[in-house]
C-alpha cells in the first residue's frame, strides 16, 4: 500500500513527534508500538506527509482515494477517514497537534516531519496544591465506575498548562515485551537495579536487567497465577498490575499473592534462588519493605474499603496505620531515610459519584497523616528518590485521556510539604500501573498498560442457550460501553470517549462508523430507552470545573429534538425501564454508604421508595436490574461469602425475596435480564478467567463464554431477543526502565 510522493519520499519512513510511518508498507508506529489504521486514513497521512506546512484540498484527496466511476458520499467519507487519522494520532480538530483544517480548503500538516521529538510537547499542568483540605471532587456513576477505575485508575480531568522542563540526557528501555495475552501482573525491581523480578500467567521470573537472562522461579502448587479477572484487588484498584519489594540484602522480596480460589491476597516472603515461599500475613496487598529492611507497609481490604497496615519483616506486630471509611490507597513507599510512608489516598464522599486523590505523608510510629499534594488527574502509582523527588503519574488532556505519564516534584526533607515545578519524565501512551526505584534512585521500573474495552455482537439461537462468536462492532481504540439498542433492535446505542468525553453514540449492525446521539463537555453515562421506546434517558454528570455538583436525568426523544430534565440528584447511581405493557421505571442512589431504590416517571420525576424487606442487604457494593415485566429485580451483591455466589430475586408486588445461588463463578460482576424474562446474563470471575453465564431462576447456569486473556462485561439484550450487545476488554502491560533522570 505504498503511496507516490513528488518529492521522492516513497519507501521511506516518516518521523514526526513520537510517530513513525512506514510509507512502505503502510504502517503507522508509535514510540515504536504499531498504531492501527486503515488504509485510507493511512494514505491521507501520506498525502499530507509529503507536503508538510502545505494545503491539500479536499479534492486532491478525492481525486487520491476515490477514481472518478466510484460512487460514494464523498463528504461524509472522507470525514470519516480524517476523523479516524486524528483518533489514531492522539489529535484533535478544535487544539490541532498535527492536522489542522484550513476551512473551506483542505488539511494542512502542521507538525515538522523527518525529526523525531520536534513536536511541541503538550503543556504541563500547574503547581501541585499545598493545601489539599479543599477537596477536588470528580464524579464516577456506580453504573460505569469499575469499568472506568480499571481504565483510567481514580484519573479524572486535567488542569490548564504551565511550564515545564525535561531531563536531557534521559534513557529509556523495555524490560519485559509479553504480548497482550500475557501481560505482566506483578513486578519488582531490585534495589541493587541487577534483577526483575516479575509473574504473568504463565510463571513468576526473575530477569537480569543489564543482559536480558531471565530463569523461572519454581513455586508449590496452589500458586496459581492470576488471570485478568482473577485478582480482584488488580481489578478494583484498576492499575491491572500490583508491585512487590525487595528486602536490603537483594537476595529475597515480598509479594502479595491470590493463594486459592478465592482468596483476596497473602504476603509472602520469596527467595530469588527457588525453595518454599514463606508466609507473612494472611491477608495484604502491595507491600513495601522499610529501607533497613526491618519493616513492612502493605494494605488490607478490597474495593472501597482499604487500610494500611505495618509490621515487622517476620510477619510478627502486625498494627493498623489507617482506620477511616470508604478509602482506597495506592502502593505505599518509604521515604530513604525510613521516617515516613507516602501513598496516593482516595476518600469517598458521601457517594461513590465524589472522590479526591491526593498524596499523604505518614509518620509510621504516631500514624499522623499530612496531605502535602491534591491534583486532578492524579494516578494511584508513586515514587520517593533518594535526593526527595516524589514520582507520580498524571492523567493526559483529551483526547489522550487514556494515557498517563510519569512527572516529580521535589519534596523537602521534613516531608511537610512540596516545591517547585512539575516535571515530565515520560511521554508514551498507556497508563501507567506501577513503579519501582532503586536505592540509589538512578533506575526506575515502570509498567504501563492499554486498555481498550469495545463493542461486540453476538447472535442468539431460538432456544437462547447458545449463541454465535461474538463479533466486534466498535473500531476505534477508545472506550466504548453498550447500555442499550434502538426499538427495532437493528443498533447499538453505547457511550464512548472518542471525543475527549463520554458521549451517547448508536451503530448499526454490519456497520463501521458510529452516529453521535448525545454530545457536549459533560460526562454522559448509561443510557436506557423508555417503556415505549420513544425516548432515550440518560445520566449527565458536570464537567470536573463546571458549575453544579448533581447528577441530571435526562430524556430524549429516540428521533431527536431538545432534552428534557427528568430528575436531578448529586447521589444517582443507577436506573431501568421496563417494556409496555409495564411502565414500570426504578432509579437507585448511593449515600453514606447505602443504596436506595424509588419508582420515577420519565416525565413526571421521582416517586416513592420502594420498601424492601431485607433494607440492610443494599449497599454501593450491589448490582441490580429490573425485569422486563417490571414486576422483579435482580440484585446481586459483591459480598457473599467466597466461592458462593448468589443474587436475591425481590417481588415489586409484595411477594417474598428468593435467593438464587449462581453456579459456574466464584464472583459476580455485573447482571442483566434477558429479554424474555425468563434468565438473567450474570457476568462473573473465576481465578484466571472472566465468564458470562445464563442463569435461570432455579439457579440453573450455563456458562456461555470464557475468556482466559480478556475482561468481560454486562450483556445487553435487544428488544428482540435475538441478539446481545457486550463488551470485552484487549490491551497489553510491560515494564520499561528509565536511567538518568
Known amino acids: 500500500m505504498a503511496t507516490a510522493s513528488s518529492n521522492g519520499s516513497q519507501y521511506q519512513k516518516l518521523r514526526f513527534g513520537l510517530f513513525e510511518a512506514d510509507l512502505r508498507t503502510g504502517e503507522l508506529f508509535r514510540d515504536g508500538s504499531k498504531v ?74 502542521i507538525a515538522p516531519v523527518d525529526g523525531a521529538g520536534s513536536v511541541p510537547q503538550p503543556a504541563g499542568p500547574p503547581v501541585p496544591e499545598i493545601a489539599p483540605k479543599k477537596p477536588l471532587w470528580r464524579r464516577l456513576p456506580w453504573a460505569i465506575g469499575i469499568a472506568a477505575v480499571l481504565v483510567i485508575g481514580i484519573s479524572i480531568g486535567f488542569h490548564a498548562a504551565r511550564r515545564f522542563s525535561t531531563p536531557a540526557q534521559l534513557s529509556k528501555r523495555r524490560l519485559t515485551a509479553n504480548p497482550p495475552d500475557v501481560p505482566v501482573r506483578m513486578s519488582a525491581l531490585s534495589g541493587d537495579g541487577r534483577y526483575l523480578a516479575f509473574a504473568d500467567p504463565t510463571g513468576f521470573y526473575i530477569r537480569e536487567v543489564n543482559s536480558g537472562e531471565t530463569h523461572s522461579l519454581p513455586l508449590p502448587q496452589g500458586f496459581a497465577l492470576p488471570g485478568p479477572a482473577g485478582y480482584p484487588f488488580i481489578a478494583m484498584t484498576g ?46 496487598q502491595e507491600p513495601a519493605v522499610s529501607p533497613d529492611g526491618t519493616q513492612i507497609v502493605y494494605i488490607t481490604g478490597a474495593e472501597f474499603n482499604q487500610e494500611l497496615w505495618l509490621m515487622q519483616s517476620n510477619g510478627e506486630n502486625r498494627r493498623k496505620l489507617t482506620s477511616q471509611p470508604s478509602r482506597l490507597y495506592g502502593a ?23 472522590f479526591n486523590p491526593q498524596v499523604d505523608i505518614i509518620d509510621p510510629v504516631s500514624g499522623r497523616t499530612n496531605p502535602i499534594m491534591s491534583l486532578e488527574g492524579l494516578g494511584i502509582p508513586i515514587a520517593w528518590t533518594p535526593d526527595n523527588r516524589l514520582l507520580y503519574s498524571l492523567q493526559e488532556p483529551s483526547p489522550n485521556q487514556n494515557d498517563s505519564n510519569l512527572w516529580f516534584i521535589h519534596i523537602d526533607p521534613s516531608a511537610e510539604r512540596t516545591w517547585g515545578q512539575p516535571t515530565r519524565l515520560t511521554n508514551d501512551p498507556g497508563i501507567i500501573a506501577s513503579i519501582n526505584i532503586t536505592r540509589d534512585g538512578k533506575k526506575l521500573a515502570y509498567s504501563k498498560h492499554t486498555i481498550q474495552p469495545d463493542v461486540f455482537i453476538a ?33 447499538v446505542i453505547f457511550t464512548s470517549d472518542r471525543n475527549g468525553s463520554f458521549n451517547i453514540f448508536k451503530q448499526a449492525i454490519g456497520t463501521f462508523e458510529p452516529e453521535l446521539f448525545i454530545g457536549g463537555k459533560e460526562q454522559i453515562f448509561a443510557s436506557r430507552l423508555t417503556p415505549d421506546g420513544a425516548s432515550l434517558i440518560y445520566l449527565v454528570t458536570p464537567p470536573p470545573h463546571g458549575p453544579g455538583t448533581s447528577s441530571r436525568l435526562m430524556r430524549v426523544s429516540i428521533g431527536g429534538g431538545p432534552p428534557q430534565l427528568v430528575y436531578e440528584d448529586p447521589f444517582i447511581d443507577n436506573f431501568q425501564c421496563a417494556r409496555l405493557p409495564s411502565k414500570v421505571c426504578v432509579l437507585s442512589t448511593v449515600k453514606n454508604g447505602e443504596l436506595s431504590l424509588f419508582y420515577f416517571d420519565p416525565v413526571r420525576g421521582l416517586g416513592n421508595r420502594i420498601q424492601l424487606a431485607s433494607p440492610a442487604e443494599l449497599h454501593y457494593k450491589s448490582n441490580w436490574t429490573l425485569s422486563p415485566d417490571g414486576k422483579s429485580i435482580a440484585i446481586a451483591s459483591k459480598d ?60 440453573n447456569s450455563k456458562p456461555m463464554l470464557t475468556e482466559s486473556n480478556m475482561n468481560l462485561g454486562w450483556a445487553i439484550p435487544s428488544p428482540d431477543g435475538r441478539r446481545i450487545a457486550l463488551w470485552k476488554d484487549s490491551g497489553s502491560l510491560n515494564v520499561w526502565l528509565l536511567e538518568n533522570f
Open 239 to 284: 492499575t491491572e498490575a500490583a508491585t512487590g519489594s525487595w528486602f536490603p540484602d537483594n537476595n529475597h522480596f515480598v509479594f502479595s499473592w491470590p493463594i486459592g480460589e478465592f482468596a483476596l491476597g497473602s504476603l509472602w516472603d520469596i527467595s530469588a534462588f527457588g525453595g518454599t515461599p514463606r508466609k507473612l500475613s494472611d491477608r495484604g
Open 332 to 354: 505505599p513507599v518509604w521515604s530513604p531515610d525510613g521516617k515516613h510512608i507516602a501513598t496516593v489516598e482516595v476518600s469517598y464522599g458521601e457517594s461513590l459519584m465524589k
Open 459 to 491: 447472535e442468539l439461537d431460538p432456544s437462547g442457550t447458545r449463541f454465535s462468536t461474538p463479533q466486534r462492532l466498535t473500531l476505534d481504540e477508545r472506550q466504548d460501553y453498550p447500555y442499550g439498542w434502538t426499538p427495532d433492535s437493528k443498533a
Open 36 to 109: 492501527r489504521l486503515q488504509e485510507q486514513p493511512f494514505q491521507i497521512l501520506a498525502m499530507l506527509l509529503d507536503r508538510p506546512g502545505e494545503v491539500v484540498t479536499r479534492e486532491q484527496m478525492r481525486d487520491a482515494l476515490w477514481p472518478a466511476d466510484t460512487f460514494v458520499d464523498f463528504d461524509h467519507s472522507l470525514n470519516a477517514a480524517i476523523r479516524r487519522l486524528r483518533d489514531a494520532l492522539g489529535d484533535s480538530a478544535e487544539n490541532p497537534r498535527f492536522v489542522a483544517t484550513v476551512a473551506r480548503r483542505g488539511y494542512r500538516f
Open 640 to 699: 457473599t461469602p467466597p466461592g458462593q455466589p448468589a443474587f436475591a430475586l425481590v417481588s415489586l408486588n409484595g411477594g417474598p425475596t428468593r435467593t438464587i445461588p449462581v453456579r459456574d463463578c466464584h464472583r459476580i460482576n455485573f447482571i442483566d435480564w434477558a429479554a424474555d424474562g425468563k434468565t438473567l446474563w450474570v457476568g462473573g470471575s473465576q481465578l484466571g478467567k472472566s465468564v458470562l453465564l445464563s442463569v435461570d431462576l432455579h439457579g
